[in-house]
């Protein structure tokens, strides 16, 4: 057992399946670093590898651009800007005991300075950076986007799509009028689920069993939708399931054969005991000639024929009304309680509620995110939606409005929806699709 007990699907594998599609947003980035100013944001939700991209990128890059200086970046809520400043000043070898988050800004951008002058571009990769402190992650796009062209980073965010309604926010104004390149990571199809399993079990000890059948390649693609936290989850239980199996096997096929054995031994011992003591018992008995008796006296005529058939069983059937429930959803869109006047004059809001319902494999538009209902409600003026839904979090230690347009039963849909919205409004807000799924993980 102890043979097949390791999963090529956990987190700590260092091997990277490159689909065309990512390997193609590799070579971009890296081409946007080494030729653009711009603010890159790679944008997924959760479970989608971002951080695995990023790890990817930056091996790929190093190989490939000996000149670039590149500091890698973990975020967490309690970065704060001087802790930050003072980590990439230690990657820079600069000593910083003590000092001013002003004469640390100072220190960092003559040394960006100074690199650059060498031949170096100075690159920072940020994972996860939509859990930074809005001062840090204000502080990493000054870095960016102002000061002197040669003060300036390189700089790529790894973050989930929320980010875009946070740089929306006032406190951003810095991107409002910059231009900023968004991609995306997309899920795998089909066929890139099938060799990405492959990809993973052909270096390990299951490559010649073959645990994953055409069947449950698609069931995998079909519950995870080629996301691949999800994939790798469902093949780690699936060889989890595997491994119990063939274990079982052959426990009881040692089993057997270890008891089995001793007790055919002690049965022919015994048979041959007997058979030497009593011989008797093993002769055949003579069996006497039965003659079959045959009554002639009844008769099957077509009188009483019906008299030995059994009549047919007639079973009802029965008709299920299939209801649509549709019709109760006006009866579910309770108003978000404390919502400003304007949205209740001019919207039925969705709440809570009406989220938890929904098909966690559908999707929505999440058009923008604030900290306070004012906000929205202005938007709303501004913007006449029709099928929106509101939900309360938190972020950064706030409450935080997530205002959301529109139900879409596929991808496909939910982007056209996004095509269709007025430049105006795309434009300030970035809306961006996002599944119902989702947003009830937000609401537990």
């Known amino acids: 057992m102890s043979n097949y007990s390791e999963n090529p699907f956990n987190s700590k594998s260092q091997r990277y399946y490159l689909t065309p599609e990512l390997n193609q947003r590799i070579n971009l980035i ?19 590898g971002k951080t695995t991209l990023l790890n990817q990128l930056k091996k790929t890059v190093e190989n490939q651009h000996e000149h670039w200086w590149i500091y890698r970046h973990l975020s967490t809520p309690a970065v704060s800007p001087e802790t930050f400043v003072s980590k990439v000043l230690t990657a820079f070898n600069v000593r910083h005991d003590g000092k001013p988050i002003k004469e640390l800004q100072d220190s960092l951008r003559n040394h960006i300075a100074a690199t650059r002058y060498n031949g170096q ?25 102002q000061g002197e062209s040669l003060t300036r980073m390189r700089i790529v965010l790894f973050c989930e799509p929320q980010i875009s309604s946070i740089l929306a926010t006032p406190e951003f104004k810095i991107v409002h009028n910059t231009l900023v390149h968004n991609l995306d ?8 689920v099938r060799d990405y399993l492959q990809f993973y079990i052909k270096n390990s000890s299951y490559r ?8 449950i390649i698609k069931k995998i ?26 274990f079982a096997k052959t426990y009881i096929s040692y089993s057997k054969l270890r008891w089995g054995l001793p007790i055919v031994i002690i049965l022919i011992i015994t048979a041959g005991i007997i058979y030497w003591k009593y011989p008797t018992l093993f002769k055949q008995p003579v069996s006497p000639i039965i003659e079959p008796i045959v009554n002639y006296d009844i008769k099957i005529t077509t009188e009483n024929l019906s008299e030995h058939v059994e009549a047919p069983v007639v079973v009802p059937t029965m008709t299920y009304l299939d209801t649509n429930n549709e019709a109760l959803i006006d009866d579910k869109e309770l108003l978000v309680e404390e919502i400003p006047p304007v949205i209740k004059a001019t919207n039925r809001v969705k709440n809570e509620v009406w989220l938890k319902e929904q098909n966690s494999k559908y999707y929505t538009l999440q058009v ?10 202005k938007f709303l003026e501004q913007h006449e939606l029709k099928e929106v839904a509101m939900y309360k979090t938190s ?24 095509a269709m919205l ?3 409004l795309r434009n300030s807000t970035k809306p961006w699709v996002r599944t119902f799924g989702s947003i009830q993980k937000r609401l537990k």
């Open 30 to 48: 890296s081409h946007l670093i080494q030729n653009s100013e711009q603010l890159l944001l790679i944008l997924a939700e959760a479970g989608y």
């Open 121 to 145: 571009l100075p690159v920072l990769l940020i994972d996860d950076a939509h859990k930074l402190p809005l001062a840090t992650l204000k502080l990493i796009i000054e870095l960016s986007m």
């Open 185 to 192: 990571i997309p899920a795998f199809s089909k066929t890139q």
């Open 208 to 215: 010649n069993t073959h645990p994953f059948t055409s069947e």
């Open 221 to 246: 693609y079909k519950e995870s939708e080629g996301v691949p936290e999800e994939i790798n989850l469902q093949a780690g239980r699936i060889l989890h399931k595997f491994n119990e199996h063939r």
């Open 368 to 377: 923008l995110g604030a900290y306070d209902k004012i906000t929205l409600s």
């Open 395 to 418: 972020f950064q230690g706030r409450n935080w409005y997530v205002l959301l347009y529109g139900h879409y039963s596929s991808y496909s849909q939910a982007t056209t929806a996004l």
């Open 422 to 424: 007025p430049d105006s």
